[in-house]
């Protein structure tokens, strides 16, 4: 151990005649501990619901869309063979959208309604979320076609398995007096839930034959192509990919364009929080500038004796720069220890419930990442050195002649 490291070592641990100073060394190392747990948790909560929130919108929304400037995609197949080519796309399916009115027992609500073929309900993520019903009759025709449904818009409707749906669609046959609505009947032969209410309210699933003829439109007739990729970071680069192989009339869109004001929401709000609870590590970084202005003026004959012993104002400096490294590093430790403590618990026995009518999960999620916790213990160990330099820079100009006059 060097001298520097070891005289700090020993200011630390030691009893100070003036027991105050103890007390507020333990203070700072409790305030950056402090600060530590709160950037942990925080940010690991923060983190965990952008995932969630990413995830549920994933598993119903596209990671990239294919659309048509002209209107209607019509024979999307060649569409299908060149976009797999690509590499890095996992599948691609067609689908129709359009909005329509859903009336039941219960009343009448809006629906956005989407065509699909039932083969392609894993690309759609259908099969992970339907909790009662079979997709496999989804293009079942009589003895009315089938629809899928959002759990929340079920109970809304008042429907149950089985229960006749009547669909208001705008229809593209054009009569003396202009576009007229079509009536379609289906049967209630799926539901499903995604935990998110936008879309279990809002969202319905037919066969793409039976939206075809519904809208009536031409068999080869869709609206987009959805498609899902691999890693999900790369869907802007995918895009451009996808682009540059089929290029006018076609356009893509990618989940990130799609969603940016709410992530960006997400990012902003995490960079908030985490500023703002950097100042509890700065409360205790002062706290370290206090105990050190005190420990020097205790210390005064002290230093004038190592001066005078040919110590350099340099490594007098280094004493007490290294002392409140010291009490930032423990500070730091304890903060991991109980800031990944509770996230541990948190995220095991999920002991913090939140209120179903408010948000859309009923528990804090939690997800940890490397680079928060590197960014957070690096950070408060630099708060706790500059906090040192000042004590420090008033040790190093201590007169010994002057320190010993009256010794």
Not at 343 to 363: A, E, N, S, T, W
Request: hydrophobic share 45%.
């Amino acid at each position: 151990m060097n001298f520097e490291l070891f005289i700090a070592k020993k200011y630390l641990l030691t009893r100070q005649k003036q027991s105050f100073i103890s007390i507020i060394t333990i203070i700072s190392i409790l305030g950056v501990a402090l600060g530590v747990a709160a950037l942990i948790i925080v940010l690991g909560v923060m983190n965990g619901f952008s995932q969630n929130l990413e995830n549920k919108i994933l598993g119903v929304n596209a990671h990239i869309i294919i659309g048509s400037y002209t209107g209607p995609i019509q024979n999307y197949s060649r569409i299908i063979q060149l976009t797999k080519k690509i590499q890095g796309i996992k599948s691609v399916a067609p689908f129709l959208y359009s909005e329509v009115m859903a009336s039941g027992p219960g009343g009448v609500k809006g629906l956005i309604l989407r065509g699909i073929r039932p083969q392609d309900a894993k690309v759609f993520e259908l099969s992970k979320t339907l909790v009662a019903g079979n997709i496999a009759r989804l293009d079942q025709s009589s003895p009315f076609p089938g629809i899928i449904l959002g759990k929340e818009l079920v109970s809304q409707l008042g429907l149950t398995l089985g229960s006749k749906v009547n669909i208001l669609a705008p229809s593209s046959k054009k009569t003396s007096i202009g576009f007229t609505p079509k009536i379609v009947t289906f049967e209630l032969i799926g539901i499903f839930n995604t935990g998110m209410y936008e879309y279990d309210s809002s969202l319905g699933y037919i066969s793409l034959r039976q939206a075809q003829k519904m809208l009536g439109l031409k068999k080869n007739s869709i609206t987009a192509l959805e498609v899902r990729v691999f890693d999900i970071y790369k869907a802007p680069l995918l895009a451009k990919k996808i682009l540059e192989q089929l290029g006018y009339p076609y356009y893509t869109r990618n989940w990130i364009e799609m969603n940016k004001n709410l992530f960006s929401a997400l990012k902003l709000e995490k960079t908030a929080m985490g500023i703002i609870l950097s100042m509890i590590i700065l409360v205790g970084t002062f706290s370290i500038v206090t105990a050190l202005i005190m420990l020097v003026t205790e210390k005064t004959k002290d230093i004038a004796v190592m001066i005078s012993m040919g110590a350099t104002p340099k490594r007098i400096k280094k004493i007490f720069m290294f002392q409140g490294i010291v009490i930032g590093i423990i500070g730091t430790f304890l903060g991991y220890i109980v800031g990944l403590s509770i996230c541990f618990l948190l995220k095991k026995y999920q002991f913090i419930k939140l209120p179903k009518g408010v948000y859309y999960i009923d528990h804090l999620p939690i997800l940890l990442k490397y680079s928060d916790l590197i960014i957070i213990g690096c950070t408060a160990i630099f708060l706790c050195f500059l906090a040192t330099l000042y004590p420090a820079k008033q040790a190093a100009k201590l007169e010994p002649a002057i320190a010993l006059r009256y010794e």
